[in-house]
């Protein structure tokens, strides 16, 4: 087994056997993009949040904290030491791969940045700038097509089927710039499941319930039976992943089977959660509605005015006229 996979650019690889501790180390890479973006992100999100406090305006402070999780789990899984265990271990890649597509994207969701940006940015200067160009692309044709749920299952096979079974994650794994764009893709594809299934920002198609709880459905069994297909496979499926150091002391297979096993069992975990929050909404929005048309009902008297309205309509239907003839057909 070799010790040098033969990754091109400015990586760090690791020479110490995995551990917790050497994972979670905080070892950057010469170019860290994407934990430099999760900094910045932080830094405006917490900057509008408390221009809000400061003017005696309020923010939820849940949101604010599901946004700070969001960006400190993106900055460890692509800044610690596991993103060079990415490129020795599959196991290590599935778990940055289904962390950047299924826990990352939720948390940032939830922090709703879409609508903190609307009410935090300035209405003069630059501010009304970003205002009128986050508005035009939120309305645009583009955000209508990226953000329609028919583009959710092409995307989620692409990222698990067609990178694997087509054989393109070795060569893209084996560059700098093709390990950066399969993280900023599972990123931004998570993103674009995400946001139309969970987001309460205003978007340019808003589903139901019952729409946005069938997507996840529909999703949730892809990277399940994946895992399935990654545990059962006798030979390795990404040649870069298959000669790990020699004094690691690790056989390749059992790893890839450990990485079904994520894609499986992990990828299944914030599907689930999902689902619950969204069911929780449904019922509280089905709540809402029935305790406002109570107090309809008693502001009207204690009728229905409603159904007394489509009983009287029915009693039009079926009734007889002063003569006892039939009403006249339409």
Not at 61 to 84: D, K, P, W
Not at 204 to 227: K, N, S, V, W, Y
Not at 297 to 302: K, L, N, P
């Amino acid at each position: 087994m070799q010790d040098d996979p033969g990754v091109t650019g400015p990586v760090w690889l690791p020479t110490a056997p995995a551990s917790l501790e050497t994972m979670l180390a905080p070892t950057l890479q010469p170019v860290p993009v994407l934990p430099v973006l999760a900094v910045v992100l932080l830094v405006l999100y917490l900057a509008g949040a408390c221009r809000l406090w400061l003017r005696g305006r309020r923010w939820s402070i849940g949101a604010t904290i599901s946004f700070t999780v969001g960006c400190v789990v993106l900055a460890l899984v692509t800044g610690a030491g596991i993103e060079g265990y990415g490129l020795r271990l599959f196991s290590a890649f599935m778990f940055q791969q289904l962390t950047l597509m299924m826990l990352v994207p939720p948390l940032l969701v939830l922090g709703r940045p879409g609508t903190l940006l609307l009410r935090a940015t300035p209405h003069r200067g630059v501010g009304t700038v970003v205002l009128v160009t986050a508005r035009r692309a939120l309305r645009s044709r583009v955000s209508r097509v990226v953000l329609h749920p028919a583009v959710m299952v092409p995307l989620f096979l692409l990222a698990f089927y067609g990178l694997y079974l087509a054989e393109l994650a070795d060569p893209l794994l084996r560059t700098w710039t093709g390990h950066l764009a399969l993280e900023v893709g599972f990123l931004v594809a998570g993103l674009l499941f995400t946001v139309p299934v969970l987001s309460t920002d205003p978007l340019p198609i808003r589903q139901t319930h019952h729409g946005r709880a069938l997507d996840l459905l529909l999703e949730m069994p892809l990277h399940a039976f994946f895992g399935v297909i990654v545990m059962m496979a006798t030979a390795p499926m990404v040649p870069l992943f298959a000669a790990p150091p020699a004094g690691w002391g690790i056989d390749p297979l059992r790893d890839q089977q450990l990485a079904g096993g994520l894609a499986w069992s992990y990828g299944e975990a914030p599907g689930l959660l999902m689902l619950l929050l969204i069911a929780s909404r449904w019922q509280r929005n089905d709540t809402e509605r029935s305790t406002a048309r109570d107090r309809q009902i008693d502001r009207d008297g204690g009728a229905d005015a409603e159904l007394e309205e489509y009983n009287a309509y029915l009693a039009r239907l079926n009734g007889s006229g002063p003569s006892g003839a039939p009403p006249a057909q339409l």
